[in-house]
T-cell receptor
Framework: GPKVLQIPSHQIIDMGQMVTLNCDPV?????FYWYKQILGQQMEFLVN????????KSKLFKDQFSVERPDGSYFTLKIQPTALEDSAVYFC?????????????FGSGTRLTVL | AQKVTQTQTSISVVEKTTVTMDCVYE???????LFWYKQTASGEIVFLIR??????ENATVGHYSLNFQKPKSSIGLIITATQIEDSAVYFC????????????FGLGTRVSVFP
């Protein structure tokens, strides 16, 4: 099936530093998403992004978070500054269309550890 | 608010047999979409099958099928003729008409298939 690639697979950083997580979505997909999964908990929606703009974000999407996709390159999630509670696996997803029925395709996640 | 519950934490089965996983959901919407995903040992999340709430017939894809019981807000996943490579964590997810919020996931059920 369609593949979403995430780089890197693991990232370890010190609290207060900036981190950028990269996502290469499926080539013809227009909608992009970030989800966060803390160990042992459910995967939770953070934000979705379309046509250069944030469409919707959850309360987990703190002010320290930002997303962008400059000129069709990687779809990125930036956290600046990071906090201990940001340690989690972050999953990127993309979908082709705009409808609620659209299937999301996920990457393998980036495991972020904040020390 | 939407909620997805998977009560089974883990299931072990012998290969070539059938495994059934439960999932119940809560929603106020009359139209919604239900999905099952599989997360492999490598972390890859793979879309398996979906059920649209307005369809009465149960979805079937390959050796995956769904047991959709709308009055009970239940969407069980059935895997027939299991194989060792079906060992994974299976997530149930729901998407409501407010598509921008993306998917609401359950906690997942770990399936182990033994020879």
């Amino acid at each position: 099936g369609p593949k979403v690639l995430q780089i890197p697979s693991h990232q370890i950083i010190d609290m207060g530093q900036m981190v950028t997580l990269n996502c290469d979505p499926v080539s013809n997909h227009l909608y992009f998403y970030w989800y966060k999964q803390i160990l042992g908990q459910q995967m939770e929606f953070l934000v979705n992004f379309y046509n250069g703009k944030v469409m919707e974000k959850s309360k987990l999407f703190k002010d320290q978070f930002s997303v962008e996709r400059p000129d069709g390159s990687y779809f990125t999630l930036k956290i600046q500054p990071t906090a201990l509670e940001d340690s989690a696996v972050y999953f990127c997803a993309s979908s082709e269309g705009t409808g609620v029925a659209e299937t999301l395709y996920f990457g393998s996640g980036t495991r972020l550890t904040v020390l | 608010a939407q909620k997805v519950t998977q009560t089974q934490t883990s299931i072990s089965v012998v290969e070539k047999t059938t495994v059934t996983m439960d999932c119940v959901y809560e929603t106020r919407d009359s139209s919604y979409f239900l999905f099952w995903y599989k997360q492999t040992a490598s972390g890859e999340i793979v879309f398996l099958i979906r059920q649209d709430s307005y369809k009465k017939e149960n979805a079937t894809v390959g050796h995956y099928s769904l047991n959709f019981q709308k009055p009970k807000s239940s969407i069980g996943l059935i895997i027939t003729a299991t194989q060792i490579e079906d060992s994974a964590v299976y997530f149930c997810a729901m998407r409501e008409d407010n598509y921008a919020q993306g998917l609401t996931f359950g906690l997942g059920t770990r399936v182990s298939v033994f020879p």
